[in-house]
């Protein structure tokens, strides 16, 4: 490789790593692709392809060498899996039609920020979630109007940011930030906390809104925020009630039907048994 190869690749890497880093910061998802084995010894191996937002905008950085090949790649990247955090291909297993690169393989890369948690109100429910959360790598903000109920005494974990609200709607919404990224249960003490909760975060495109409570408690609040004009569309994106049916009944049993909840749509899971296939399909 001659020196301004060399250093081409040095300023492509540079290019793609510092990408990366306002990806992180924003809380958006990208892949990134970089050849690490190929045939063609004139090839760089280590070229790196980065596609922000795949699924959607598709912007690329970087290239892997070629043109057909990095169109290639791009159309790949768009069938990751949202559960596939890393996957390495041949090329002739998504491109048979680039025969001169069929051998190399491409590592793929799901560049995602940790996943935040906004927790609005501390109490029994939402004590347990903070902690269960924080101990799955979620990085959480846990809300309450009661002071006492936010103490790090209580909350030694350093992954858990207590938020004292003076007023609700600003706590949300300080804690949402842009929403990318970020999942909001609503687990607080009464209605009315309940609704100045939703109406805060019910703008912003977080990734998942859950409301806890029973059907006829949820759909007064959701039915009070539909008559002030909140779009039909957004108001269905609410799980209410919050979480899946796992005939929890102890704070903590309540709290993991919400973090599994929380998992199966970041994950794209369909939070039903594995064991379905076996039982109800008589695969055996």
Known sequence: MSSGE???????????TETVLRILQEGSVAVVATLIEAANAATSVGAKLLISDPGATGQTVGSLGNVALDRAVIEQA?????????????VKEFAPELTAWGDAKILFERIQAEPRLVICGAGHVGASLGKLASLMGYRTSLIDDRKEFVTRQSFPEKNIELVAADD??????????????????????????????LRAVIGFDVDYIGLIGSKRRTNIVLQRLSDD????????????????????????????????????????????????????????
């Open 6 to 16: 060399s250093h081409d690749s040095k300023q492509q890497s540079d290019s793609v």
């Open 78 to 90: 768009k069938l990751l899996d949202s559960r596939t955090d890393t996957r390495v291909f041949q």
């Open 168 to 197: 609700w709607s600003q706590a949300v919404e300080g804690a949402v930030g842009n929403g990318r990224g970020v999942s909001v249960a609503i687990v607080t003490r009464g209605h009315s906390e309940d609704e100045q909760c």
């Open 229 to 284: 004009g909140v779009d039909a569309a957004r108001l269905q994106r609410v799980h209410a009630p919050v979480g899946l049916d796992i005939g929890a009944v102890t704070p903590e049993e309540v709290a993991l039907a919400i973090m599994a909840e929380i998992v199966a749509v970041r994950r794209g899971g369909k939070g039903g048994p594995l064991s379905a296939w076996r039982r109800y399909e008589k695969a055996y």
